[in-house]
């Protein structure tokens, strides 16, 4: 009778094995799933011709690969570069692996951008992007044209919601938290403002992480020296990276898009002051210093290293 | 806890011995913004040379106890020969070990008590010698971060880089050399009067 009981259990328990591996490799129709591929392989094959199909043709962006697999292996990962180098744009590839790679339970996303319709905006963008994709790994897309989304299948739920960083949001939790850009330049006048930024993804946004193996992916450019971009560099549980338009070398760095013709016709566009600040990623300082900044460099005696 | 020190003279357009003879014939003055646990304390050394007040002296002190703050000071004003410093007596932190007269003579009627009368006076005056050219400071990327994160309203947000202490501590060093523009430390024996 024991002899019975033992083997029962050990069918049991291979049956049990055997169940989840065939629930891992279908989805909701019994067909075969996908194959579990990397970020930046997701991003190169698929998502970027998803972006393709709705903004048109793309410059190749050989810098996503690498971004991507910073994401990829860190749980907390920053992308500090300059505008226009489809760092949104890769965030927004992110929550789409998320959704590609989820298999049971639910899965809670937040993104967060300065202000909420700006968040709706991205997510609009993100929703049209994914629209033949998410069908084709099963997933129904279970809203009604909100800036939202919202995904099921059998067993198994998504949703990425947008946020405003000053937007009360106690009371969540998430699985990812996605941060773009989230200070607003017009409300960054002085320390005060910077402080209050900080504080709201200190205390507000941060302690929103589900459990430890929640994530955090940022993104943004520097706005004004000792913002939020730099209390993310020099956080050490962030493992970041920085691109500037143009690298120390002198070359630009993507040259498929901004070559040099183009970057200083840009320079002359928004000024050199914004473009230090946009495309160099050089912090400027708060706007309402006691002390101006040009005034305070003057008075800095400079000295060669080594002087 | 930490001292962070940025002490250099080849910023100063000098002969070789001129700034020796300097310290020696005029003395250095000093200006201190006193933290401890919220934010740091700043000290900033400056020479008088030639018409221009040149800061020789960028100290960051990062959670040091106060008595370990007065013992580096000592040095730091031995070494540079300064003759006297103007520091923040705002909140009281070294009362007691100035009455148990444990502060460096260079200190004794340095305290000043920040109000918005006098904090309006020094921040002008700070103002003043920077737009004149009359200050050249160190190339301290923190001190300048400090120092811009002072606002029009005088008030600074509690940072990383600290709460706009190298403002007020260059401040204080421009008041010490308006309260005491001429003075020969040769004839002066630190703790001494004051």
Redesign the interface.
């Known amino acids: 009778m024991i002899a019975v009981a033992s083997k029962l259990n050990d069918l049991r328990e291979r049956a049990v094995v055997l169940c989840n591996e065939i629930e891992n490799d279908a989805d909701s129709n019994g067909n075969l799933s996908l194959h579990k591929i990397s970020l930046s392989e997701f991003i190169a094959s698929e998502f970027m011709q998803a972006v393709a199909a709705v903004e048109g043709e793309l410059v190749p962006a050989p810098h996503l690969g690498g971004w991507a697999d910073l994401i990829e292996i860190n749980r907390f990962a920053a992308l500090i570069a300059f505008r226009g180098s489809l760092k949104s744009t890769l965030l927004k590839g992110v929550i789409a692996n998320a959704l590609r790679e989820h298999r049971r339970g639910a899965f809670d996303a937040i993104f967060y951008s300065a202000k909420m319709d700006l968040a709706r905006w991205h997510l609009r963008r993100l929703k049209l992007y994914i629209e033949p994709l998410a069908a084709q790994w099963g997933w129904r897309d279970a809203t009604a044209g909100e800036a939202l989304l919202r995904y099921e299948r059998p067993g198994a739920m998504f949703t990425c919601e947008p946020e405003g960083l000053d937007a009360a949001s106690r009371g969540r939790r998430a699985d990812l938290l996605v941060i773009d850009d989230p200070a607003d330049p017009r409300k960054l006048a002085s320390f005060a403002d910077l402080d209050r930024v900080l504080e709201s993804l200190q205390r507000r946004v941060l302690p929103l992480l589900k459990d430890n193996q929640a994530r955090v992916v940022f993104a943004g450019t520097p706005i004004v020296a000792g913002d939020i971009v730099s209390w993310i560099e020099k956080n050490p549980e962030f493992v970041t990276a920085r691109l500037p338009a143009i690298l120390s070398d002198g070359r630009p760095a993507w040259l498929e898009k901004y070559d040099k013709t183009e970057l200083d016709r840009i320079r002359k566009l928004i000024g050199d002051k914004s473009f230090r600040a946009e495309y160099l990623l050089e912090a400027v300082a708060p706007l309402d210093s006691y002390i101006d900044s040009a005034l305070l460099k003057r008075a800095i005696a400079r000295v060669g290293v080594g002087a | 806890m930490s001292i962070e020190k940025i002490i ?1 003279f ?3 357009p000098a002969a070789p011995g001129e700034l020796d003879a300097a310290r020696s014939e005029w003395g250095t003055r000093a200006g201190f913004d006193i933290g401890k646990r919220v934010h740091p304390s700043h000290l900033s050394i400056i020479l008088p040379f030639k018409g221009r007040l ?2 020789l002296a960028s100290v960051w002190f990062e959670n040091e106890p106060y008595t370990a703050q007065l013992c580096e000071l000592e040095k730091l004003f031995a070494e540079l020969q300064t003759v006297f410093c103007c520091w923040d007596s705002t909140r009281g932190e070294l009362e007691a070990l100035s009455e148990q007269g444990r502060l460096p003579g260079q200190m004794m009627g340095g305290g000043v008590v920040f109000t918005q009368e006098s904090k309006q006076r020094l ?1 002008g005056g ?2 003043m010698a ?2 004149q ?1 009359e ?5 301290d990327p923190r001190q ?2 400090s ?6 309203s ?8 600290g709460h706009g202490d190298a ?1 007020w501590s260059n401040a204080l060093a421009l008041e010490a050399y308006r309260k005491l523009p001429f003075f020969r430390p040769t004839c002066w024996v630190p703790g001494e009067g004051g």
């Open positions: 250099r080849d910023h100063v040149h800061q921040a700070l103002y920077l737009e050219g200050l050249v400071l160190l190339d300048e971060q120092i811009l994160q002072v606002n029009n005088l008030k600074a947000g509690e940072s990383e880089a403002f």
